[in-house]
């Protein structure tokens, strides 16, 4: 199908009126966007660069491509998971503001990997990453289009840390962005918005009750955080588990309690994964679980759980409801998977709210003009995003929410730049 000039691969072109209006409805909560937005259309910073973005496809996602799009940018996306499109927001990104997509809701692997050949033939110049799939197509099955590659940037935990690993091993070929190092990006974004969302997943998927369950959240970096802590919030009686003392110290201090996955696995009512790691929940957690258990999955790739092993273990498979796959053991204990595994937060629900991706974009926006500003000096390597720029995302968020902080009187400047006062 073509968009004007160009091709592109979705779901209905029909669904374009709901998704525009879903668009603008997220619009309203990303102020910080829209000012970024606005001096992209006077400067046009990005003016005539192709870039591609493999990002999920949200509402706040196509906020993201039409500020690049304001910039001057040549841009065209794909998606970053085969479940977490929104074909309506596809619809109105094609059909109201002429940006090619590639993404289908469901689409199986190959389709997803076409998607992404998609957005890779575009010949960018500028790629933006949620996970590393781009790169990682572009690095291994078009290594002669790299040389033509000024940057990218990358959006999530487990993308960044595939990048530091290539960057280590010396095989990466432009340099990288960590746009989720930002700390306007991880401190509220996975945090907040993982936390939020990833509840938010759960509870559209199954309507249960919160209150009174045993949740147990696997990983307490910062979406691990922002989950224990929510569903704290709702009355659940959260477990935590870690691998990293430091951070199990630190769920323990918040109130949480804190043990092995095998004696979490015979308690525990709900399960989630938020660790960035493979078969955090495999066969010997299967079978402790109670009757009923519910597993979900919030990290950013679903071998988090160890499915093929409870397909194994099951003698039946059926879906209960949308985004709910019944399991029933050899035993004749039922084992509820759902969204197949995939981040739960964008399979059933709408992924994070739009005030907090404001932050996270407005990194992207930013990031990709620092790329095209300074390509020729920037070497193969990841870099972290500028502290200036994440500093004027914190100013400008605080502004748009009608917030003054602090000033240093110029007696505190002095004294804090001293080192001579004492007792
Ligand atoms: N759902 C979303 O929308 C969303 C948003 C942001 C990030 N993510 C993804 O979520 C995952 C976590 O991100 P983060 O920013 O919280 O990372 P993080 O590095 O801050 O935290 C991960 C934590 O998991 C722990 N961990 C690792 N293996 C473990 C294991 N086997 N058992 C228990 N704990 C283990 C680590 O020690 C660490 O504390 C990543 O895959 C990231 O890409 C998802």
Redesign the pocket.
């Known amino acids: 199908m073509s968009c004007k000039t160009k091709s592109y691969d979705i779901k209905d072109l029909k669904l374009s009126s709901k998704g525009k209006l879903r668009i603008e409805w997220a619009d309203n909560q990303m102020p910080v966007l829209e000012t970024i937005r606005n001096r992209f259309k006077k400067e046009k910073p990005l003016d005539g660069v192709r870039l591609s973005a493999c990002l999920h496809v949200t509402t706040e996602t196509a906020n993201l491509m039409r500020t690049l799009k304001d910039g001057g940018a040549d841009v065209v996306l794909s998606a970053s998971n085969p479940l977490s499109t929104q074909d309506d927001v596809a619809a109105s990104l094609v059909e109201d503001y002429e940006i090619p997509v590639f993404a289908i809701k469901g689409e199986d692997n190959d389709t997803y990997y076409k998607h992404i050949n998609s957005a890779i033939d575009h010949k960018p110049q500028i790629t933006m990453d949620d996970g590393a799939d781009v790169i990682s197509t572009l690095h291994s099955d078009k290594p002669e289009q790299t040389k033509d590659v000024y940057g990218r940037t990358e959006e ?3 993308g960044v840390i595939r990048l530091n690993s290539m960057a280590e091993q010396k095989v990466l070929k432009y340099p990288i962005i960590a746009v989720n190092d930002a700390k306007t990006k ?1 401190l509220f ?2 945090r907040y918005g ?1 936390g939020q969302s ?1 509840i938010d997943g759960i509870l559209r998927a199954t309507n249960i009750l919160f209150s009174g369950k045993t949740v147990v959240v ?7 955080r922002g989950v224990a802590t929510r569903a704290k919030g709702m009355g659940a009686n959260v477990i935590v ?4 003392p430091l ?1 199990a110290l630190q769920a323990v201090m918040d109130g949480f309690r804190v043990m092995t996955s095998i004696e979490a696995a015979k308690v525990g009512d709900v399960f989630i994964t ?4 493979i078969h ?1 929940l495999r066969k010997e957690h299967f079978e402790m679980m109670p009757d009923g258990a519910i597993l979900a999955n ?3 790739f679903d071998v988090e759980l160890d499915i093929p092993s409870l397909e194994k273990m099951s003698k039946s498979k059926r879906r209960i409801r949308d985004f709910v796959d019944e399991y029933t053991l050899k035993s004749g204990k039922k084992i509820y998977l759902l969204g197949e595994g995939r ?1 739960i ?2 399979a059933a629900a709408e ?2 709210p739009a005030s907090v991706m404001d932050m996270s974009f407005a990194n992207q926006a930013l990031a990709a003009e620092f790329i095209y500003k300074n390509h020729n000096e920037l070497e193969k390597k990841v870099y972290t995003v500028p502290e200036d720029i994440d500093k004027e995302i914190a100013r400008l968020k605080l502004e748009s929410m009608d917030i003054s902080i602090e000033k240093l009187t110029p007696e505190q400047e002095k004294y804090l730049s001293s080192w001579e006062i004492g007792t």
Request: aromatic content about 6%; some cysteine.
């Open positions: 999530t935990t487990i991880h974004d996975n993982t990833t696997f990983g307490y970096g910062m979406c691990g588990i870690e691998i990293e951070n938020v660790t960035g790691d955090v919030s990290g950013h981040l937060n964008l992924g994070h």
